[in-house]
Protein backbone atom coordinates (compact mmCIF):
# COMPACT_ATOMS: atom_id res chain seq x y z
CA UNK A 1 0.00 0.00 0.00
CA UNK A 2 1.00 3.97 -0.52
CA UNK A 3 0.17 6.49 1.29
CA UNK A 4 -2.29 7.57 -0.76
CA UNK A 5 -4.29 4.13 0.14
CA UNK A 6 -4.27 4.29 3.46
CA UNK A 7 -7.21 5.87 5.96
CA UNK A 8 -6.02 8.40 8.16
CA UNK A 9 -7.00 6.51 11.93
CA UNK A 10 -6.12 9.76 14.26
CA UNK A 11 -8.41 12.52 15.14
CA UNK A 12 -10.87 14.06 13.05
CA UNK A 13 -8.95 17.20 11.81
CA UNK A 14 -9.10 20.16 8.83
CA UNK A 15 -10.80 23.26 8.45
CA UNK A 16 -14.13 21.81 7.23
CA UNK A 17 -14.80 20.34 10.63
CA UNK A 18 -18.21 21.54 11.73
CA UNK A 19 -17.73 24.19 13.74
CA UNK A 20 -19.30 26.25 17.11
CA UNK A 21 -17.76 29.62 17.61
CA UNK A 22 -17.37 30.17 21.42
CA UNK A 23 -16.65 34.04 21.56
CA UNK A 24 -19.11 37.16 21.59
CA UNK A 25 -16.04 39.81 21.24
CA UNK A 26 -13.07 39.36 19.04
CA UNK A 27 -10.08 38.37 21.45
CA UNK A 28 -6.01 39.01 20.23
CA UNK A 29 -2.89 37.37 19.27
CA UNK A 30 -0.10 36.96 17.66
CA UNK A 31 0.77 34.27 15.35
CA UNK A 32 3.59 31.62 16.45
CA UNK A 33 3.44 29.72 13.68
CA UNK A 34 2.93 29.27 9.93
CA UNK A 35 3.07 26.03 7.97
CA UNK A 36 1.90 26.71 4.52
CA UNK A 37 -2.18 26.24 4.51
CA UNK A 38 -1.91 26.56 8.50
CA UNK A 39 -0.83 27.77 11.79
CA UNK A 40 -1.12 28.84 15.10
CA UNK A 41 -1.71 31.97 16.90
CA UNK A 42 -0.95 32.19 20.62
CA UNK A 43 -3.59 34.74 22.38
CA UNK A 44 -2.41 37.86 24.42
CA UNK A 45 -4.50 36.73 26.95
CA UNK A 46 -4.95 32.84 28.18
CA UNK A 47 -8.50 31.74 26.85
CA UNK A 48 -10.57 30.20 29.29
CA UNK A 49 -11.74 27.13 27.55
CA UNK A 50 -11.91 23.60 28.01
CA UNK A 51 -10.38 22.66 24.52
CA UNK A 52 -7.70 25.54 25.65
CA UNK A 53 -4.93 23.14 26.85
CA UNK A 54 -5.31 20.87 23.81
CA UNK A 55 -2.54 22.98 22.30
CA UNK A 56 -1.08 24.44 24.89
CA UNK A 57 -3.26 26.98 24.73
CA UNK A 58 -2.26 28.51 20.99
CA UNK A 59 -5.11 28.93 18.41
CA UNK A 60 -5.48 27.20 15.42
CA UNK A 61 -5.87 28.98 11.80
CA UNK A 62 -6.28 27.62 8.12
CA UNK A 63 -5.29 29.88 5.51
CA UNK A 64 -9.37 29.34 4.24
CA UNK A 65 -10.21 31.62 7.23
CA UNK A 66 -7.73 34.29 5.72
CA UNK A 67 -8.84 37.66 5.10
CA UNK A 68 -9.74 38.05 1.28
CA UNK A 69 -6.46 37.34 -0.81
CA UNK A 70 -4.13 36.51 1.47
CA UNK A 71 -2.22 33.32 1.91
CA UNK A 72 -0.37 33.16 4.63
CA UNK A 73 0.05 35.26 8.43
CA UNK A 74 3.73 35.67 8.70
CA UNK A 75 4.72 34.72 12.39
CA UNK A 76 5.07 37.79 14.17
CA UNK A 77 1.66 39.05 12.59
CA UNK A 78 -0.91 40.19 15.42
CA UNK A 79 -4.65 40.20 14.65
CA UNK A 80 -8.11 40.05 16.37
CA UNK A 81 -10.34 36.93 16.02
CA UNK A 82 -13.13 35.31 16.96
CA UNK A 83 -12.48 31.74 18.25
CA UNK A 84 -14.32 28.67 16.77
CA UNK A 85 -14.71 24.97 18.33
CA UNK A 86 -14.70 21.72 16.37
CA UNK A 87 -13.65 18.31 17.09
CA UNK A 88 -10.16 18.86 16.90
CA UNK A 89 -10.25 22.01 19.19
CA UNK A 90 -10.08 25.48 19.03
CA UNK A 91 -9.55 27.72 15.78
CA UNK A 92 -9.34 31.83 14.76
CA UNK A 93 -12.11 32.75 12.05
CA UNK A 94 -13.04 36.21 10.63
CA UNK A 95 -9.08 37.34 11.14
CA UNK A 96 -8.96 41.20 11.36
CA UNK A 97 -4.86 41.55 11.03
CA UNK A 98 -3.32 44.42 12.89
CA UNK A 99 0.09 44.56 12.21
CA UNK A 100 2.36 42.57 9.64
CA UNK A 101 5.04 39.86 11.18
CA UNK A 102 8.35 39.63 9.74
CA UNK A 103 8.17 36.08 9.45
CA UNK A 104 10.58 35.56 12.33
CA UNK A 105 10.04 33.16 14.84
CA UNK A 106 10.33 35.06 18.64
CA UNK A 107 13.33 34.91 20.24
CA UNK A 108 15.53 34.22 16.56
CA UNK A 109 18.21 36.36 15.57
CA UNK A 110 17.86 38.13 12.16
CA UNK A 111 20.49 36.36 9.81
CA UNK A 112 23.38 38.34 9.67
CA UNK A 113 23.97 40.37 6.60
CA UNK A 114 27.32 40.76 4.20
CA UNK A 115 29.94 42.28 6.03
CA UNK A 116 31.30 45.77 4.69
Known amino acids: ?48 HTKASMRQGKIFISRSDLPSGRTELPVGTTCEFHVFEDEAGLGAEEILIHEEGTGRASGRAAPAGPLS
Open 1 to 48: KNWNDREWSGPPTGPHLPRERVTTNTISGEVTEWKGKYGWIQPKEPFH
